[in-house]
């Protein structure tokens, strides 16, 4: 995912950050941090046990206890995501990498082209249910600290993190357990349904119950002018869409081949034509990229947006081996057409030369592949 960076791995996994949740940590820190003494109060209602506030609403302390918190959220999400991954290494799908985002983790996995109900059910569920177990330890270390700490000062620091990471964690279970699509909950739904339907059905249901739960979502953001659910109404909503497009795409395209979707025989430009000439061939042919050949070998593509990173004024003397993109992302004819959609859609590109005994034999860009899509549909 573009704007991740890599912090470390656990289990093997790679675990990136994205640029977004280094925006979320000091926002919820500040909202924690300006509702200390409510919430202070509101714990200690909750859990029936007192807390001394001293230390806790101390000069900057409440912002240090915010961004602890926000932290452990997050920490309690990345054990959320692992769990999920453990079980889905037990079922025999490969994990990429957990990314940690503004709304949550995400884990990505290699799953096969349909997902199978006996895998995603307990996958699905084993992440609430961890959410749940950590809300439920941090619950028990409340009780455990006025025991174990006798500075009531610090207890109650301890007991506010402690307190506060139950209470969300347990907010998290019940929040991924909503049949919105794509959470947790709207996974659940698609295995359930899926085991008496096709699965591309099921999950069109789960997405339209994810639509639904996302505009009451919204309405209610409206209503009482709360943003942070307006936002996340907007992200249930576009998962869901998102989601389903996919899964509709893989139901139509399972049984064909990039072979069957590709243009021949393929435009190719040299590396030593220029970008000027090269941008007339575009407008001429309509087509937005060249593969680019010497010697019958494939050595780059050359884009319009390859194009567009130079001035003007330059096209006339740089070269397209000046500007190309050097060894291109290639696949054989006998590929899954699924397999060019995912690559075009994770990488941002619009296609992709299809190569076979080292020379380029056809093309396949992202319209072919929905021109196709959209005659199956038919």
């Given amino acids: 995912m573009k704007g991740s960076y890599q912090i470390g791995r656990l289990f093997g996994i790679p675990i990136l950050i994205h640029f977004s949740f280094l925006i979320v940590i000091p926002l919820l820190a500040w909202i924690i941090g300006s509702q200390i003494s409510l919430t202070t109060t509101t714990l200690q209602d909750l859990f029936q046990v007192p807390i001394d506030s001293s230390l806790i609403t101390a000069g900057f302390m409440p912002w240090i206890l915010g961004t602890i918190v926000a932290l452990g959220l997050f920490l309690g999400v990345l054990v959320h995501e692992i769990a999920h991954c453990i079980v889905a290494r037990k079922k025999g799908v490969k994990i990429r990498n957990i990314t940690l985002l503004i709304f949550g983790g995400v884990s990505q996995m290699e799953e096969e082209d349909v997902p199978d109900p006996k895998i995603e059910l307990p996958m699905a569920f084993v992440g609430p249910l961890t959410s749940l177990l950590f809300g439920l330890v941090c619950a028990g270390l409340v009780y455990l600290v006025p025991v174990m700490i006798k500075d009531s000062p610090i207890a109650g620091v301890l007991i506010f993190i402690f307190g506060y990471l139950a209470l969300l964690n347990v907010i998290l279970f019940a929040f991924n357990l909503i049949p919105a699509f794509p959470m947790d909950g709207g996974r659940v739904l698609r295995a359930a349904l899926a085991q008496r339907m096709p699965v591309h059905k099921a999950t069109r249901i789960a997405a339209d119950v994810g639509k639904g739960f996302a505009i009451i979502f919204g309405i209610v953001g409206l209503l009482f002018f709360n943003p942070f659910l307006i936002l996340i109404a907007l992200f249930v909503y576009l998962g869901a869409s998102s989601e389903a497009t996919m899964d509709t795409f893989t139901y139509l395209l399972h049984d064909i081949t990039i072979g069957a979707t590709m243009s021949s025989p393929v435009t190719f430009v040299t590396p030593t034509l220029s970008v000027a000439k090269v941008m007339e061939m575009m407008l001429s042919t309509k087509h937005l990229g060249f593969p680019v050949v010497e010697h019958d070998t494939l050595v780059g593509m050359i ?29 054989p004819h006998s ?42 549909r038919v």
Avoid: F, H, Y
């Avoid at 390859?306 to 992302?329: F, G």
């Avoid at 397999?339 to 941002?348: E, F, H, P, V």
């Avoid at 860009?365 to 021109?371: A, E, G, N, V």
């Fill in 335 to 376: 590929a899954p057409v699924m397999d060019a959609l995912k690559i075009m859609s994770a990488r941002n590109i619009g296609r992709i030369p299809i190569v076979q005994e080292g020379k380029i034999i056809g093309i396949v860009t992202r319209s072919d592949i929905l021109k196709v899509a959209e005659l199956k």
């Fill in 303 to 331: 884009t319009l947006k390859d194009v567009n990173r130079i001035p003007q004024t330059d096209r006339e003397v740089k070269l397209v081996r000046d500007i190309m993109t050097r060894n291109p992302i290639t696949l």
